[in-house]
């Protein structure tokens, strides 16, 4: 494997290591059990291989869920810079004009003149913008 990898995903590799880590403590511990009759070294290893082998595996997978969330915030902000550099660029006013007209979804919008206006669609909008 390459190293620049494992630095740049370091978070999945500590839960890879150490759900492996859990399940060899969960076995070890298992058969260092199943070999003992005294109840007290029953004990010893339950508390030290079950537990702890439960806990590495609860450590590792809140390390993966942790990454990807991580990867999800990563495609969140390059999807807000995309937008804020002008894929889809709206002006102040058109934006104003469509929030007030989805507020006022269903009944008719008024003007300064008072008279009624249909409301407006934001999807309607941008598709007759786009064939203007």
Do not use: C
């Amino acid at each position: 494997m390459d190293l620049k990898v494992l630095k740049s995903q370091w978070d999945r590799t500590a839960a890879i290591v150490l759900t492996v880590a859990g399940v060899i403590s969960l076995i070890v511990g298992y058969a260092r059990v199943s070999n003992s009759t005294i109840l007290a070294e029953q004990t010893r290893f339950i508390v030290s291989g079950g537990i702890g082998g439960i806990f590495l595996l609860g450590l590792g997978a809140t390390l993966w869920i942790s990454a990807d969330l991580r990867d999800e915030w990563r495609k969140l902000d390059r999807i807000e810079t995309a937008l804020g550099e002008g894929v889809l660029r709206w002006s102040d006013e058109a934006i104003a004009n469509a929030a007030g007209a989805s507020s006022h979804r269903g009944k008719p919008a008024s003007n300064s003149n008072n008279a009624s206006a249909p409301a407006v669609d934001l999807a309607h909008a941008a598709s007759s913008r786009e064939h203007a």
